[in-house]
Each structure stands twice: as C-alpha cells, then as structure tokens.
C-alpha cells in the first residue's frame, strides 16, 4: 500500500466510511439547484449529477456561474431553492465543516497555506501527529516526505512553503487534501499558474485519485486540459447549465458553441495591420533573469514571446520597462539609442506595461477602479498641484465605457471586479496614457473566452493606431495565432523565432521545452 | 460585441461611505457636547469650549499628519518623542539668541528631517516604518534630555508664550492652526495627485510603481509631513507650557493614532481622510474634558478612551463588512 493511501485511511474511520457508493454510481446529484443573490440569479435551478470515480470537468466563461457552484458544493453559501443528494440521501451542505466532514474538498487558484511553516507542517496543519501532547515533528517530515515522493513530487517536506514557486505550493496543497481522506475534490482553475511540468505532475495525481474511487470537478478555461484529462464535461452559460457530454462524444467547437455561440476562427481575430517602421529594438540586452536577447518590435505587429514560466519572458519585459535594472545590451527607441533605468522613463518614452500579476503588480484592489485607471496620467489630469475633476472622472468614464468594463460606477472598488474586467482595468490605465509599445504579459490568464475576443479585438485597435505590442504568454494557441513574429524563450534566453503561424504547435513546444 | 456573461453582483458605489462616516463622528461629537451640556454646567462656558479646542488643538494636528503615514499602510510612533524634542530645540534656539522666526523654521526644519531620516531608514535601509520610528522615539527622548541635562530650558520670549493664550475673532489661536494646516492637508490628500499616490502606494505599491509612481519619494514625502506636523505641534506645545522639556507629550503617538483610527483610517493602509482624524481628536479631547468636568477619576479616562476606540473601530468594520 502506497503511503499515501496509508494516510488518507487515518480517516477512513470517520463517519463518511458508512455511505459508499459503488463506482460509477452517483455520488453527488443537484436537482434544481439555485441561487439568487436578491433579484440576480447567479446560478438557475441546475440539475447535475456526478458520478464516484470520474473526473467531470466544468467550463464556462466568468461569470457563468462556476465559482457559485464550488461555492454550493463546498458549503461556502446556502442554496436558495434546489435540492442535493450525497450517496442518494438528501443533505443540507449548509457549512464548509459539513462539506469537509462528508469528504468534499476543494483546491482554489490562489494557494490558502502558511508560507512561513515547512511543507509538512502545511501538509499536516490543524491535523497534526501527536504523542502525550507534544508534536512529532520528525514523524510528520517522514511521512510527508513520504507521500511527495510516493506522489514524485521531488519536493522537500522540510523546505520552507514559501521558499517554493507557486506551481509547488499548489502541489502541497493537492497533496494535503489527497491526504484528508477525501472522496470528492473540486480543482478550480489549478493550472493558471503551473509550469507544463508541474501541471504534468498534478494531472499524474488527479488521475491517481480518480483510480483510487475519488470523484474530481476540474474546472478550468483550457480546453486542451479538459480534453486531457476529464471523462464527462459540463457547460455554465450565463448561470444556466447547457449541457453534460461525455469527453468523447464532443469536441472542443461544440464546447465553444455551447459556451458563448462562437467558433474559434472568431475568438483569435486577428487584424490585418500594415508593418512599419521599428519602434524598439533591443541588442543583446541582458538583466536579471534573462540574456543576450534581441528583437525588434515595429509598428502595426504583434511580437509573442513564449516560454515556461521563468523563461526569462516577465524579466526580459520588466528589464525593457525599467523595473529591473539591465545589466548590458542596448535599447533602441525609435531608432535613438536610450537608458531606461526606471519606469517613468519607459513611460516617457511611450512604453505600457500590463504585469503578469493582476493582484501583485497590475491594480490597488482595495482602490476604486477610476484610480487605478488614471494613476500613470494624474499628472496630465492635474493643473499645477490640484487634479481637474471633470477631467479625472471623464477618462475614467470613458476607458470604462470603451472597454465595457461591467460596473455600476467608476467608484466601486477593482476587488468587486470578477478576473476579466480586472484585466480591463489594467489595460484601461495604458490606453489614456496613449502609449506606442504595449507589454501584456498574460493578459488572459484567469479570462473567460468572451473578453479574451474583446482584448483580442482591442488589439487590433491598439495596432491600427501604429502602436507595437509585445505579447507574453504561456498559452500557446494565443501567441501562435496571433503573433506576426513569435519568440521562444528557454532558460533566460531567446532559442528560436517564428514567423505568423510558421512551425507547428509541437515545434514550438519542443523548443521551449528543449528536448 | 454582446458577450452577456452575467453581469457580478458589484455593490452599489460607495462614495457616501466617507461622508457618511464623517456625519457619524460629527454626530457623536455633537451627541457628547449636547450630553456635558445637560450634565454639567460648566461645560458650555467659554473658558471650557477654549480650553477644549486647545487640547484637541494638538492631538488633531499629529493625528492628520500620521494620517498621511497610516495611508501608506505605514506607521509613525516617533510623533509624540517629536513633540518633546522640538518644544527642546525651540526653547535652546530662543534661549541662544536666535530670532523667534528663525527659531520656527528651524524647527520645523528639524521635524522635516527626522521625516527624511524615516524615509531613508524605510526606503533604503529596508527597515519597517514600525522599527524605525520606534527606534528614533527612544532616541529622540534621550538627545532632548542630553541638551537639556535632564532639567528643562525655560522660555523667555513673551510674544512666543503668549500666542497660546491668544484668541482671534473669539476663537483660541491654537485652534486656528488645526485650520491652517488641515486646509492645505485637504488639499493634498483629497484633491492632488500626490495624495492620490498615497493611497496608491498604500494599496499595492507595486502596482503603482508600475504605474509610473515614484513610490520612493511618496513614502519620503509621507514621513516628512508627519514629523513636521509633530515638529509644529513641538512649537505650539513649547508656547503652550513655555517651557522646552524632552519627556512631554509622552504617549501622545498613541493619542494620534486613536484619533485616525477612529477618525476612519484602516491601519491596513489605502483608507483614511483629512476630517475623520480631526474628529477623532475632537471626540477624545471632549470625553478627556467630559470626565474632568465630571469628576471622573483620571484612570477611568483611560479605560474609557481605550473601550471607545474598540466600540467605533467595531462599528466602522461591520459597516465596511455589509457594504461589501
């Protein structure tokens, strides 16, 4: 018996032991679940069934309805009509202790652990082994590690959590709930911040688990993952549930159609722009992170820069606007020689950064969205020391309304926003600042398909008007289909360079991967 | 394009929640002079409203300059240490001969360099504003003790003794300078851009860094107001008690942190206004005057001011919880 298996049954004593399901019978059923939050419906009467042992992915846009569904099933929030069946008995999944008791579990996006206590202490945080009251910290660091190899993992359980990338927290996160005991676990978008490896990793474990009987919701915006990896799918539109299929009875156009009635030719629109004249050129430039890189970016042209994360693509960017200071090579702006050794000089130059991180680098959460939208030009909105009023609620007025950012008022906070009208704020704070090379780095991780299109098509904007963008991304059909010239970056530098859609999709996999 | 994903249950702006929350302590202010005006006589007396708005007068002027500091999720614990030291420096420079206006703007130049000295500690040393500022309040204290050798210097200057005592147009003059520096305070805060990096800054400074905010000098700029507005309050208090002593104002740091604090300001940073932390001082000032008049034991005072700024802090969070 493998360790992990050993572990998880330190639980198996519990209550939840008495309903079993045979495999493949249904484990979970919604019958006409609903939630309202006063007159919005957030989620119509739905009816659901998941099976024990299967992986059920779930796909929809934001604001379809998803994250109201964890939120159900996890006891986060009470229903407002519906009912729910657990192993055919009705239940009430009023709370998340009640959830957890019966074995449901959930992994979020965001890591929810103790970046200051080691791996095992998280792996076995508020479950601790114990002997006469004091802690087996040896004992838990064996076990643990233990279960990371067993998982092939290659992490150290004594390792410090927040010494480890992200990807490897959300490894231990996964492994601490595959620990518990748990018989149903939703994953709500894991991959967003993986490595193709780690990814790889955490699907070996996904896979393992649905062996050993435990039922999986994966939810993600990646068809190529839930294609992957998922046995049945269904599909949220606009709070309705469309659809269940079975993974091999459909494919990923029928999914489009049923999310947002659209085909994948109109998702990637890609404006035909004349190229001109270069707008930056780089030569050798080398930083913190990446090396010896050079490109040119011109006007009217989409360059992509593909990689893994840690390839060197933020840094090479984050150098290029500034933040990082570059260590040699040389900038050409425009065809003039130039040091940018801080932001505001990228700025000046006409250089527009829209960070990997929305949370980290790109919004004040906790602000209103009319700030975050005018803080690189409340100088330009200021007379002397005083800001024009009018002239402040205007721009932001009118990045709101061109972006059809979804808000009542410019004054509600950016935190309120879901994950895509966010990206529109942060794309909204460059397009008044009127800049003539735009850096997005990421711009759709965590967006729905439908503003993936609308930033999409905003690009073709941004080219028409002569701007030149960058396009860093870790998704490949994005930079595949709409970069005029594509990098691929590898370890800190750049390997290899294609022309619009020249080179296959292995290919440039291949490159970045450097087999 | 008609990409109707469900439009998110985003709240209903919230630009009365300031407002509001002014109107809030505005009317505990009002209810607690309306309450001493029933309870006691003395309390609508002349003498009594004066002596009020002289005590409020210096906690106010601290609280809006921490304000400033709290708003980039900061914190200034040297303010009270400021206080003592500068009324020390202006007494020296007095007893030495040197005009009382040059006097001032040495002091108050003195305060903006402590506020340097806290932004280069913060900034380049990559020390905490909590550690920093805490580590000059000890300083501070013990170099004002070591000019004045422990004693006190007396001041001798009877136009700069009596300015206290002044009234102008029936008001005290002490009150009048909560005025003048909570205009230009406003104006900075809530209508210009730096006042806006503040907030930025304090919200996620990263994010404004990126935004081509020089975060650097908004942090420098935050710890200067707030140490010259202690070096001011210094100037006042030495007028006040026409006397240069390192060791007054002791724990009036904490006096100036509770009344932004329950002026509204969020010690998380990104939250805060000019009004709010000159009511909050107003409200202790009132209960601090309340209790004298009514006879109230001192060590009650303290208990009191201590369950208050629970009670509003309380109340301001669960308002912030439903309105989100």
């Not at chain 1, 010896?292 to 989409?302: F, H, K, M, P, Y």
Request: charged share 20%; hydrophobic share 45%.
């Amino acid at each position: 018996m493998s360790s992990l298996e050993e572990l998880s049954h330190r639980h198996d004593d519990q209550a939840k032991r008495a309903d079993t399901v045979p495999r493949g019978a249904a484990i979970l059923e919604l019958r006409g679940l609903q939630k309202k939050y006063g007159l919005v419906e957030a989620l119509k009467p739905a009816t659901v069934t998941f099976l024990a042992g299967e992986i059920h992915a779930i796909v929809g846009e934001n604001g379809a309805g998803k994250s109201t569904l964890i939120k159900l099933l996890t006891g986060v929030i009470t229903r407002t009509a519906g009912e729910v069946f657990w192993c055919g008995k009705p239940v009430q999944l009023a709370t998340p202790t009640e959830a957890i008791s019966r074995g449901i579990n959930a992994v979020h996006q965001e890591v929810v652990l103790c970046a200051h206590l080691s791996v095992a202490a998280n792996m076995f945080l508020g479950d601790e082994m114990n002997r006469y009251g004091m802690m087996r910290k040896g004992a838990m660091e064996k076990a643990a590690q233990a279960v990371l190899d067993d998982l092939g993992f290659q992490l150290p359980a004594a390792a410090l959590l927040g010494s480890l990338t992200i990807g490897q927290q959300q490894l231990v996160a996964t492994a601490k709930a595959a620990m518990r005991g748990i018989r149903f676990l939703i994953f709500d978008e894991p991959t967003a911040y993986l490595t193709r490896q780690e990814s790889a990793q955490l699907f070996r474990l996904i896979r393992r688990l649905r062996d050993q009987g435990v039922t999986i919701v994966y939810i993600s915006h990646r068809m190529e993952e839930v294609f992957e990896l998922a046995d049945r799918v269904s599909v949220l539109r606009d709070g309705t549930h469309v659809g269940t299929r079975l993974i091999g009875e459909t494919n990923e156009t029928e999914l489009i159609a049923l999310m947002i009635n659209r085909t994948i030719e109109q998702i990637y629109h890609k404006e035909k722009v004349a190229i001109g004249k270069p707008i930056v050129e780089t030569k050798s430039l080398s930083g913190p992170g990446f090396e010896d890189v050079s490109l040119t970016v011109r006007s009217g042209e989409i360059v992509g820069l593909y990689g893994l994360i840690g390839a060197g693509r933020s840094e090479f960017a984050l150098g290029l606007y500034g933040r990082q200071p570059v260590k040699s090579g040389e900038i050409y702006w425009e065809g003039q020689k130039v040091e940018i050794p801080h932001e505001r000089k990228a700025m000046d130059l006409g250089i527009a950064l829209a960070p990997e991180s929305r949370r980290d680098q790109g919004l004040c959460l906790n602000l209103p969205i009319g700030l975050n939208i005018n803080l690189p030009v409340f100088k330009r909105l200021s007379s002397g020391l005083v800001i024009r009023k009018g002239d402040e609620a205007e721009n932001a007025e009118r990045q709101i309304r061109d972006l059809r950012i979804k808000t009542p008022s410019r004054r509600v906070l950016a935190s309120a926003m879901s994950g895509g009208n966010q990206q529109k704020i942060v794309i909204g704070k460059w397009l008044s600042h009127g800049a003539k090379l735009f850096i997005f780095d990421e711009p759709t991780v965590g967006v729905d398909v439908g503003t993936k299109a609308e930033i999409y098509r905003l690009f073709g904007e941004l080219l028409k008007r002569g701007a030149g963008i960058i396009l860093i991304s870790s998704y490949l059909p994005e930079v595949y289909e709409l970069s005029d010239r594509l990098h691929v970056f590898r370890g800190g530098r750049l390997v290899a360079s294609h022309d619009h859609r020249a080179g296959t999709h292995e290919d440039v996999l291949t490159q970045a991967i450097g087999i | 394009m008609s990409v109707d994903t469900t439009t998110e249950s985003a709240p209903a702006p919230k630009r009365g929640r300031n407002i509001l929350l002014g109107l809030t302590l505005f009317g505990l202010l009002a209810a607690l002079w309306l309450a001493l005006g029933l309870s006691t006589n003395a309390f609508w007396t002349p003498g009594n409203i004066s002596n009020l708005l002289r005590q409020g007068a210096m906690t106010a002027i601290l609280a809006v300059g921490q304000t400033f500091v709290i708003i980039t999720a900061g914190i200034d614990l040297s303010v009270g240490a400021i206080v003592g030291f500068t009324s020390v420096i202006v007494a020296w420079l007095l007893q030495a001969g040197v005009p009382l206006w040059a006097s001032i703007i040495l002091t108050l130049l003195m305060g903006v360099a402590i506020g340097a000295f806290h932004g280069f500690g913060i900034v380049r040393m990559g020390l905490p504003p909590f550690i920093i500022t805490l580590a000059t309040l000890t300083s501070l204290r013990g170099i004002g003790l070591l000019i004045t050798n422990g004693s006190t210097i007396s001041i001798n200057h009877e136009g700069f003794t009596n300015f206290s005592r002044t009234d102008f147009l029936g008001v005290p003059s002490l009150f009048w300078m909560v005025i003048l520096v909570a205009i230009p305070a406003f104006v900075f805060l809530h209508l210009s851009r730096f006042g806006r990096y503040l907030f930025a800054v304090g919200s996620n400074s990263e994010a404004a860094r990126l935004s081509g905010v020089n975060v650097n000098r908004t942090i420098y700029l935050a710890y200067i107001l707030s140490a010259t507005c202690a070096a001011f309050v210094g100037l006042l208090l030495a007028s006040r008690i026409g006397i240069g002593n390192a060791t007054q104002a002791e724990g009036w740091e904490l006096q100036a942190i509770a009344s932004s604090v329950i002026g509204g300001t969020s010690l998380f940073g990104a939250v805060g206004s000019v009004h709010g932390p000159l009511l909050g001082a107003f409200i202790l000032a009132t209960i601090n005057n309340g209790a004298n008049l009514l006879n109230v034991n001192s060590f009650w005072q303290r208990i009191i001011t201590g369950l208050l700024i629970i009670v509003i802090v309380y109340f301001d969070q669960l308002r912030r919880r439903g309105s989100r």
